[in-house]
């Protein structure tokens, strides 16, 4: 017997050993279910047929009514084998602490940028405003593209324009309504 035979021998081994971990029950439905996964939580442990390691499951006598102390012990596998993988679950709660990490981060961006914005009218609007109250002449294009001077009433006008502006971004920024919150 050469070598590579041996090797290939141990190898086979090795893999039948996993098909020794099979479960083995009978469904709602009367059929029999195989499987490398324990059964769910609803199916009774009389209905187990075949555990893992070749270990049969012997049904329990139906006289026998499971007492406290029976109940208690059935509740700690029920959890065990509550179907939930716990590195998946590691990994799903990672991404949504991730998820909300960088929304968190985004909304705090775009309200530096929202404050940056009203700064910068708040510093046009004051400017404005004391070159509408100093009494020089202030000229602009108009719509034909002739230079002229802005009479009293646009003086006004522009004034409370600037004023309005003042009052809404000079002063402390509104509340946002957060979501969830009325």
């Known amino acids: 017997m050469n070598?590579?035979?041996?090797?290939?021998?141990?190898?086979?081994?090795?893999?039948?050993?996993n098909a020794l971990a099979q479960w083995q029950w009978v469904d709602a439905q009367g059929r029999k279910v195989f499987s490398d996964l324990p059964p769910p939580v609803e199916i009774p442990t009389e209905r187990i047929v075949k555990r893992p390691g070749g270990a049969k499951s012997a049904p329990a006598p139906a006289s026998q009514a499971?007492?406290?102390?029976?109940a208690s012990s059935s509740a700690a596998p029920v959890s065990r084998s509550s179907g939930v993988d716990p590195a998946l679950q590691a990994k799903k709660n990672a991404e949504e602490a991730e998820k909300t990490r960088r929304e968190q981060a985004e909304a705090d961006a775009q309200e530096k940028k929202l404050a940056q914005a009203r700064q910068e009218n708040c510093t046009r609007a004051k400017a404005a405003q004391t070159a509408l109250t100093d009494g020089r002449l202030i000229?602009?294009?108009?719509?034909?593209?002739?230079?002229?001077?802005?009479?009293?009433?646009?003086?006004s006008?522009?004034?409370?324009?600037?004023?309005?502006?003042i009052a809404s971004d000079c002063g402390p920024a509104p509340k946002a309504a957060q979501p969830g919150v009325q």
């Not at 499971?66 to 029976?70: M, W």
């Open 3 to 17: 070598v590579f035979t041996l090797v290939l021998l141990c190898a086979s081994s090795l893999f039948s050993a």
């Open 66 to 70: 499971p007492g406290p102390a029976a």
């Open 139 to 155: 000229a602009h294009t108009n719509a034909n593209g002739e230079r002229v001077f802005m009479d009293d009433a646009a003086r």
């Open 157 to 165: 006008a522009e004034r409370q324009r600037a004023q309005s502006t």
